[in-house]
């Protein structure tokens, strides 16, 4: 069967949801704006369905149409009815079962980030694997995001490396990071990067690593996830602090005054219905509505309120891990 193909039962209708995964879905190919949040539709799927673990932290969907689901024991690769699994016991370039980051290039390559087990690329049936020997910063792989002219960006905990035409840079707070442990990397619609560190936010620019300057507010702070939405504005996450909004060098911050209770947010999101959505450890899943934002929690039938990732498939399904 082709990957989410429509026969049998309709991503595009039908949700997914467990311990590890929900899918928020509509009729259309897009999340309708104006409904409820709990007008959208899910199900529920377990381990007993072929996830190999329930703690979800990483997902990603390759030109093919599989998507691909990182958990704390292996890699799932689902194709809208089974769970195939990859991990130490049947992929030699897996040394570790915990998968903290997943991407896709632009040529199609899956890229894997293991918990101390370092870099996986998965390219026409084959993996290889990267580490400190090949010249990676450190083998806790946190983040990754692929840049078409940069190269592979990669944020891990103990520096920023960058992966282009088979060598790797590396930036730790030796070379301007303003720390060495990388939650988040963000390439922005300019070209600009930046790096959310333990302390502080950095950019990456001209080959070279700095301190952001313009963020002096946030110097200190933990800054757990960076997004920029399709009005260009970044948004910031300082965890426990605080959501800012940057605009033209102003920071605006988001609390519980406009409806978010819970400020530590792991990943933010905006679907192509123009929905911005905030996934948070603890709270449950929020969107933004006229300004303000509105919580689904386990209340309105949410299976579980920590999420850690969320993914939009080719579809308009908007997948959270948990």
């Known amino acids: 069967m082709h990957p989410f193909s429509r026969h049998g039962w309709l991503l595009t209708h039908a949700g997914l949801i467990a311990a590890a995964l929900l899918t928020l879905s ?5 999340l309708d704006p104006k409904k409820n949040l709990r007008q959208y539709v899910h199900e529920v799927y377990s381990m007993e369905q072929g996830l190999p673990q329930s703690t979800v932290q990483a997902l990603a969907q390759t030109p ?16 809208g009815v089974r769970f ?14 915990d998968v903290r980051s997943l991407a896709v290039d632009s040529q199609g390559v899956l890229w894997i980030g293991l918990t101390g087990g370092g870099l996986v690329s998965y390219e026409r049936g084959a993996f290889k694997a990267y580490g400190r020997k090949d010249g990676l910063v450190d083998e806790t792989v946190r983040r990754l995001e692929p840049s078409s002219s940069h190269g592979l960006l990669i944020g891990t905990s103990g520096g920023f490396s960058v992966l282009k035409d088979g060598r ?3 930036f730790t707070k030796k070379q301007g990071l303003s720390w060495d442990l990388v939650n988040d990397v963000l390439e922005d619609r300019q070209g600009r990067v930046w790096i959310a560190t333990n302390k502080g936010l950095s950019r990456y620019e001209n080959g070279k690593v700095f301190k952001e300057p313009t963020t002096a507010r946030l110097d200190d702070a933990v800054i757990r996830s960076v997004y920029q939405d399709a009005k260009g504005r970044l948004w910031i996450n ?19 005054e406009q409806g978010l209770d819970n400020l530590m947010i792991p990943w933010m999101h905006e679907d192509r219905g123009g929905n911005f959505w905030v996934a948070s450890y603890g709270g449950g899943l929020y969107r933004l509505e006229s300004g ?14 920590s999420l850690l990732v969320l993914f939009e498939d080719r579809e308009g399904n908007l997948w959270a891990g948990a």
């Open 26 to 30: 509509s009729p259309s190919s897009a």
């Open 64 to 79: 093919d149409g599989y998507l691909w689901i990182g958990t704390q024991e292996g890699l799932a690769r689902f194709d």
């Open 84 to 97: 195939v699994t990859f991990d130490k016991s049947n992929t030699e370039a897996i040394s570790v079962n």
């Open 168 to 170: 790797f840079t590396n």
């Open 238 to 256: 300082a965890w426990k602090e605080g959501l800012y909004q940057w605009v033209d060098g102003e920071l605006w911050r988001f609390g519980a």
């Open 292 to 305: 303000r934002f509105v919580a689904y929690t386990e209340a309105d039938g949410l299976t579980e309120n």
